[in-house]
């Protein structure tokens, strides 16, 4: 005859861990405590820096935008100032 050990085995075996210490010390824990404080300040640096550099990015492609229309009105053409660098640096190099 097979006697059925239902719900009670899992909770059989799970207070087998318990009972044979398996769990954390309260060192352990503090230490995995401080270690996820310190990776959420990181997360939180990383995060301001990346939310600075995306602000600076935008602003600098905002100056490009107005340089690069401040140039149309004065009748510049960025491209010929590149051929002409370009143009002035072959001539020096002969």
Known sequence: MTRNLGP???????SL????GCAHSEQ??????RANEQLRARLETTQSQATALQAAATQ???KLEQ???ELQVAGVD???L??????QARASEH
Do not use: I, M, Y
Not at 8 to 14: I, Y
Not at 17 to 20: I, R, S
């Open 67 to 69: 340089l690069q229309r």
């Open 8 to 14: 009670t085995l899992p909770g059989f075996v799970a």
């Open 17 to 20: 861990f318990l009972a044979t």
């Open 82 to 87: 590149h051929k002409g660098l370009e143009q």
């Open 28 to 33: 352990e824990w503090q230490a995995q405590v």
């Open 60 to 62: 600098s492609s905002t």
């Open 78 to 80: 960025p491209n010929d």
